[in-house]
């Protein structure tokens, strides 16, 4: 097979789909791998270490797609990137359609088949392409959201550790998931009082337990969530439904009760955001304000430490990256359950059910547009 790498061009994303490792496994492997050029240079993974593992560098990113079987990315394709489509692709990367009507438009159109990284399944129903960034991003949280909290950058002015006769800062985090355990690590590092507010009660009892009772548990209601909020000097939304569009958590009249300089860190933007007034914004221009509320919604936020970020995912992904190209994208889909669950458009129809919800669209299982 021949696996095509293109320079991501969404907006500061510097990380890219395969590694050096991975392309001299799949060189050894009997493939033929493409890298456009500089393709890994902000990942600090430069041309020439591709070369020398047998991958053909190319200069322009048409000649990448055009020739490849296989397309593996990082983020989801730009509308720049469209015209590349064509119905014998198989698109392999983070897709997140269920906020981006114009992609799955494009997608459909012609009749691409996409694997989305973020709703691919192991054999315990787990997410595994989706964990390693939900770590780095929930990590990062709070090392922007302390950030943002600078007055030079529109915050209160709070230390989230406080100092000695000082009260430390309030961190808030919506979700108990990968992104909020992970975010609770660091906010506690810092010596800030944190709260975590969650649905399931026995993952609010795992989080007691791990967290030694330093975390305070809330269960999820919109009274539960309005008071953590006002106390909040840094609130983290990391709610996730795998595919879909994540739900609004903290309404606009919530936003209005904060303190003023208060900083929202909403991670879930990329699934839609959980916060109600949050909307998508870039590395290149990461807040705005709502009511004196310092917003922070960067859609690839991992992009900010992309060497980590990169080895991080692709850890994870390349094993699946071998599979399809060794077996095919039919014989792959056919032979592994969780593969399946990855696939979100197939031969002109949308095969994943929350996408389909979220842009109410009609929806075909994979196992009956699937030859």
């Known amino acids: 097979m021949i696996i095509g790498v293109p320079k991501e061009l969404k907006d500061h994303e510097s990380r890219v789909g395969i ?3 991975g392309a001299r496994a799949l060189v050894e492997a009997g493939h033929k791998v493409l890298i456009e050029k500089d393709a890994g240079a902000l990942s600090s993974f430069p041309d020439d270490e ?6 053909e560098i190319v200069g322009e990113a048409y000649h990448v797609w055009s020739n490849a079987n296989m397309i593996v990315k990082v983020k989801e394709p730009i509308p720049s990137e469209y015209y590349h489509f064509r119905k014998d692709l198989l698109l392999f990367t983070y897709l997140h359609l269920a906020p981006l009507r114009e ?20 054999r315990v129903g787990g997410l595994p392409l989706l964990t390693p960034m939900s770590e780095v991003a929930g990590r990062l949280s709070v090392q922007v959201g302390a950030t943002c909290l600078e007055k030079e950058r529109g915050g209160r002015g709070v230390l989230l550790g406080g100092v000695p006769g000082v009260p430390p800062g309030n961190v808030c985090i919506i979700g108990g998931g990968i992104v909020g355990t992970n975010a609770a690590k660091i906010a506690l590092g810092t010596g800030a009082k944190v709260t975590m507010i969650d649905l399931n009660l026995n993952r609010l009892r ?3 337990d791990i967290f030694g009772g330093r975390v305070h548990t809330l269960y999820s209601n919109a009274y539960n969530i309005e008071k953590a909020a006002m106390e909040a000097d840094l609130l983290i939304g990391g709610v996730l439904i795998p595919g879909a569009a994540a739900p609004k958590l903290v309404t606009k009249a919530m936003v209005a009760k904060m303190k003023k300089g208060a900083v929202i860190v909403d991670v879930a933007i990329d699934q839609g955001g959980c916060i109600e007034t949050a909307h998508p914004t870039t ?18 936020m991992p992009a900010a430490v992309p060497n980590t970020s990169t ?12 599979k399809l190209a060794r077996l095919g994208a039919n014989v792959a889909i056919r032979e592994d359950a969780g593969i399946a669950e990855g696939v979100n458009t197939f031969n002109g129809f949308l095969t994943y059910k929350a996408v389909a919800q979220a842009q109410n669209r009609e929806y075909k299982a994979i196992s009956q547009v699937h030859p």
């Open 19 to 21: 590694t050096p490792a």
């Open 50 to 55: 591709y070369q020398a593992v047998g991958a």
């Open 103 to 122: 992609l799955t438009d494009a997608l459909l159109e012609k009749k691409v088949t996409g694997i989305a990284y973020e709703t691919v399944r192991d």
């Open 206 to 208: 795992e989080i007691d």
């Open 283 to 300: 590395h290149t221009d990461p807040t705005y304000e709502v009511n004196g509320v310092v917003h922070y919604c960067v859609t690839n």
């Open 311 to 322: 080895l991080a995912l692709t850890n994870a992904t390349f094993p699946y990256v071998m």
